[in-house]
């Protein structure tokens, strides 16, 4: 089965710094997601991007974050300058045509840890 | 306010055993029910979906779902548990016909005894 590749699969970083997690989704989809989970809490929605731009944010996704496909292969997101809070599980998610949410693939995740 | 509840965070049964893992949810409108499956070190794989029609779903690895309008729950089941079930289960709702957000629950820990 077709799979959802992230990369690192763990990061470390000092409080301040910038962030890029990378993701690479199944090649024929067209929707691609952002989703983070901190350590015991709920899997949260960060953002949704179809047609090279924003379909939908969540209040977490403050100006601190960005995403980007900027090759027509990956789908980025950025964290700008890092706080202790941003600590959690990172997931990418894509879905293909006409699938929506019906059908997310998920990749398995970056682990973003901030000191 | 949308939201979906996971009242156990952890359960342990026993290999062989049969398994629910409970799941109600808060959605105003009527909305498309998931189970995910994460397992250590892997990304979160669908297990079943629900979206109209038949309340009683199947899935993938054995596991079935009923949908419960007037309980607004959506239960995971399986009937005999084997030890590779072992793993964090995922209860999430969806807005129906887009490409929206899902909101998940804190998840479910299973544990499976030899």
Known sequence: EPEVTQTPSHQVTQMGQEVILRCVPISNHLYFYWYRQILGQKVEFLVSFYNNEISEKSEIFDDQFSVERPDGSNFTLKIRSTKLEDSAMYFCASSGPGQGNEKLFFGSGTQLSVL | ?114
Not at chain 2, 43 to 57: M, N, R
Not at chain 2, 68 to 93: G, I, M, T
């Open chain 2, 1 to 114: 306010a949308q939201s979906v509840t996971q009242p156990d965070i952890h359960i342990t049964v026993s290999e062989g055993a049969s398994l629910e893992l409970r799941c109600n949810y808060s959605y105003g409108a009527t909305p498309y029910l998931f189970w995910y499956v994460q397992s250590p070190g892997q990304g979160l794989q669908l297990l079943l979906k629900y979206f109209s029609g038949d309340t009683l779903v199947q899935g993938i690895k054995g596991f079935e779902a009923e949908f419960k309008r007037s309980q607004s729950s959506f239960n995971l089941r399986k009937p005999s548990v084997h030890w590779s079930d072992a793993a964090e289960y995922f209860c999430a709702v969806g807005a129906q016909g887009g490409y929206n957000k899902l909101i998940f629950g804190a998840g479910t820990r299973l544990a499976v005894h030899p």
